[in-house]
């Protein structure tokens, strides 16, 4: 018995995963109609890959998800070009990880002939034969190297109506080279049809520079193939600036930027959760204390998720049931009250760490070190050992910029210390 049946849910209504590529899923994603129009019309329509930005917790990952649910359903001959999603979404934390990225998608992309070869062959494309190197991957011995090391090296046949076998003709061609040639044979005439992948957190690579190079390092790789299209996905202006690289151009669109949802758009998300998973239970946070939570944390739809779920098991914990929505506000007012008291009474932030952060919220949230006169530091480095102190906390958080200087946003926790210090004010940008 989990906490939501007591509460009268079939599941959380504030769970912070990613949607789910499904109809719930469709049903639940709010307010992103123009984002997935104009993201489909940039895969169809054009060579250059897709990016999109926003900051995390915004919601891009999902917005991606139902997107590509949407194409998986809608994909038929009549709607060519057919596009056809790779579900699990590639990341790359290193420079040094693109050839392990790369040996990735080609992997993946096999694995996704074999998937869609029944529906590629009804809907009349030249679809591959499939068998060997289905059992070629499926083999312990692959499966075990595709767990943890890299695929590059093993080969196979390319050409499909060759027989392939794990002895020889994988290790005279390379899987790559068979799936480049399935992809040629089986979208022709060029741009009839592709596979879409998603590279998604591209700030996990810490700054545009090395964002930009690693993505230079694949341009003519796996972002030159012509079956396949991708969106490139990331926070904190990473890829707008990767975009503006002169060897990237042609290769990127423009970023489609995903801003927070408005305060309408983000209750009637809550209240599609609300009415999806409810079994006839009053929600701990409805819509006046979650519009009250997401002023508070700026906007961002997951950080307020996240607390209303918390909030949700102090209810349950205090076994606090059955009280009345204007009841849970004025509880959930409270129990903020004495969270956000407890970051903004860290007995370890010095009084000009404090000075910082509240003139980062004024700052719209962020600062670059290089500005540190215009937040009346003496130097780079006392403005430096404030933050360091802030970060140490969790409530910034700090990133290597382009110039060598560091940049660095307010945290979750920071707005809600912020929240305190301002005397229970929602802070106004």
């Given at each position: 018995?989990t906490?939501?049946?007591?509460?009268?849910?079939?599941?959380?209504?504030?769970?912070?995963?990613?949607?789910?590529?499904?109809?719930?899923g469709?049903?639940?994603?709010?307010?992103?109609?123009?984002?997935?129009?104009?993201?489909?019309?940039r895969?169809?329509?054009?060579?250059?890959?897709v990016?999109?930005?926003?900051?995390?917790?915004?919601?891009?990952?999902?917005?991606i998800?139902?997107?590509?649910?949407?194409?998986?359903?809608?994909?038929?001959?009549?709607r060519?070009?057919?596009?056809?999603?790779?579900?699990k979404?590639f990341?790359?934390?290193?420079r040094?990880?693109?050839?392990?990225?790369?040996?990735?998608v080609?992997?993946?992309?096999?694995?996704?002939?074999?998937?869609?070869?029944?529906?590629?062959?009804?809907w009349?494309?030249?679809?591959?034969?499939?068998?060997?190197?289905?059992?070629?991957?499926?083999?312990p011995?692959?499966?075990?190297?595709?767990?943890?090391?890299?695929?590059?090296?093993?080969?196979?046949?390319?050409s499909?109506?060759?027989?392939?076998?794990?002895?020889?003709?994988?290790?005279e061609?390379?899987l790559?080279?068979?799936?480049?040639?399935?992809?040629?044979?089986?979208?022709?005439?060029?741009?009839?049809?592709?596979?879409?992948?998603?590279?998604?957190n591209?700030?996990?690579?810490?700054?545009?520079?090395?964002?930009r190079?690693?993505?230079?390092?694949?341009?003519?790789?796996?972002?030159?193939?012509?079956?396949?299209?991708?969106?490139?996905?990331?926070?904190?202006?990473?890829v707008?600036?990767a975009?503006?690289?002169?060897?990237?151009?042609?290769?990127?669109?423009?970023?489609?930027?995903?801003e927070p949802?408005?305060?309408d758009?983000?209750?009637?998300?809550?209240?599609?959760?609300i009415g999806?998973?409810?079994?006839?239970g009053a929600?701990?946070v409805?819509?006046?204390?979650?519009?009250?939570?997401?002023?508070?944390l700026?906007?961002?739809?997951r950080?307020?998720?996240?607390?209303?779920?918390?909030?949700?098991?102090?209810?349950?914990?205090?076994?606090i049931?059955?009280v009345?929505?204007?009841e849970?506000?004025?509880?959930?007012q409270?129990?903020?009250?004495?969270?956000?008291?407890?970051?903004?009474?860290?007995?370890?932030?010095?009084?000009?760490?404090?000075?910082?952060?509240?003139?980062?919220v004024?700052?719209?949230?962020?600062?670059?070190?290089?500005?540190?006169?215009?937040?009346?530091?003496?130097?780079?480095?006392?403005m430096?050992?404030?933050?360091?102190?802030?970060e140490?906390?969790?409530?910034?958080?700090?990133?290597?910029?382009?110039?060598?200087?560091?940049?660095?946003?307010?945290?979750?926790?920071?707005?809600?210390?912020?929240?305190?210090?301002s005397?229970?004010?929602?802070?106004?940008?």
């Amino acid at each position: 018995m989990t906490i939501w049946a007591d509460l009268g849910f079939t599941q959380s209504p504030y769970d912070t995963k990613s949607l789910p590529p499904t109809a719930i899923g469709e049903r639940l994603l709010v307010g992103r109609e123009a984002h997935i129009r104009r993201l489909v019309n940039r895969l169809a329509s054009t060579s250059s890959h897709v990016t999109v930005e926003g900051e995390s917790g915004v919601g891009k990952t999902s917005l991606i998800t139902i997107a590509n649910y949407r194409m998986k359903r809608n994909s038929d001959k009549a709607r060519s070009p057919v596009l056809l999603p790779i579900e699990k979404p590639f990341q790359i934390t290193t420079r040094e990880g693109v050839k392990l990225l790369e040996a990735a998608v080609y992997r993946a992309i096999a694995e996704a002939f074999i998937r869609y070869r029944d529906e590629l062959q009804a809907w009349g494309y030249d679809a591959p034969k499939v068998a060997d190197v289905n059992k070629w991957m499926n083999s312990p011995i692959i499966k075990s190297i595709a767990a943890g090391v890299s695929a590059v090296g093993f080969s196979v046949n390319a050409s499909r109506s060759e027989s392939v076998n794990a002895s020889s003709a994988f290790a005279e061609s390379g899987l790559a080279h068979t799936v480049r040639t399935w992809m040629s044979e089986c979208f022709d005439p060029p741009g009839c049809g592709y596979f879409v992948c998603v590279l998604d957190n591209l700030e996990l690579l810490v700054s545009s520079t090395s964002a930009r190079q690693a993505l230079e390092e694949i341009r003519d790789t796996i972002l030159a193939e012509p079956g396949l299209r991708w969106v490139i996905c990331g926070a904190r202006g990473v890829v707008r600036t990767a975009a503006a690289s002169p060897r990237l151009q042609g290769r990127l669109c423009h970023p489609l930027a995903v801003e927070p949802l408005s305060m309408d758009d983000a209750i009637n998300a809550l209240e599609a959760r609300i009415g999806e998973f409810s079994t006839g239970g009053a929600p701990p946070v409805g819509p006046i204390g979650f519009q009250y939570l997401y002023e508070v944390l700026k906007c961002n739809l997951r950080n307020t998720l996240q607390k209303c779920e918390d909030f949700s098991f102090w209810l349950h914990d205090e076994e606090i049931l059955g009280v009345g929505e204007m009841e849970h506000v004025a509880l959930l007012q409270s129990w903020l009250t004495l969270l956000s008291d407890e970051y903004a009474n860290n007995p370890n932030i010095s009084s000009d760490g404090w000075r910082l952060l509240d003139d980062m919220v004024d700052n719209e949230g962020s600062c670059d070190f290089e500005d540190y006169e215009l937040f009346n530091f003496p130097s780079v480095d006392k403005m430096k050992r404030c933050a360091a102190e802030l970060e140490r906390q969790n409530l910034v958080e700090m990133s290597p910029g382009d110039t060598g200087m560091d940049s660095v946003v307010v945290a979750p926790n920071g707005w809600l210390a912020r929240f305190s210090r301002s005397g229970y004010q929602i802070p106004r940008t």
